[in-house]
């Protein structure tokens, strides 16, 4: 019967020195430095989403925009933002299907996203 009680108290004890170990400082400075690089990687992603959500809420002048700002456009391709920049300037953004630099369709899908500054 003490033979039954002597292998858990074993175990406990393992257990228990294995939790109180002191940490080596080079291990304690790699979780550090690891945990440091994640939480800013984390706030770069969270910076980026809200820089996207802002954007969202404005229109693209298209007689201003950068081509990778064209391309992130919806349905709109590299090539198509080429045209586009190379049609500017723009009295209105309807110019756009006036101009056969998009289709009526593409345009229909990004309209609300774009205006043009005078």
């Known amino acids: 019967m ?9 175990l406990s004890l393992a257990m228990l020195a294995a939790c109180t170990q002191k940490q080596n400082p080079e291990d304690l400075k790699e979780k550090t430095a690891q945990a440091t690089a994640e939480a800013k990687q984390d706030a770069k992603a969270v910076a980026a989403g809200i820089r996207e959500g802002w954007n969202r809420n404005t229109s693209l002048d298209l007689n201003t925009a950068s081509k990778q700002q064209l391309a ?21 953004p309807g110019d756009l299907v006036t101009r056969n630099i998009v289709s009526k369709s593409q345009y229909d899908q990004i309209s609300s996203h774009v205006t043009v500054k005078k």
């Open 2 to 10: 003490t033979r039954h009680l002597y292998i858990p108290a074993v």
């Open 72 to 92: 992130g456009l919806p349905g709109m391709t590299n090539e198509e933002a080429d045209r586009v920049i190379a049609g500017r300037p723009y009295e209105t």
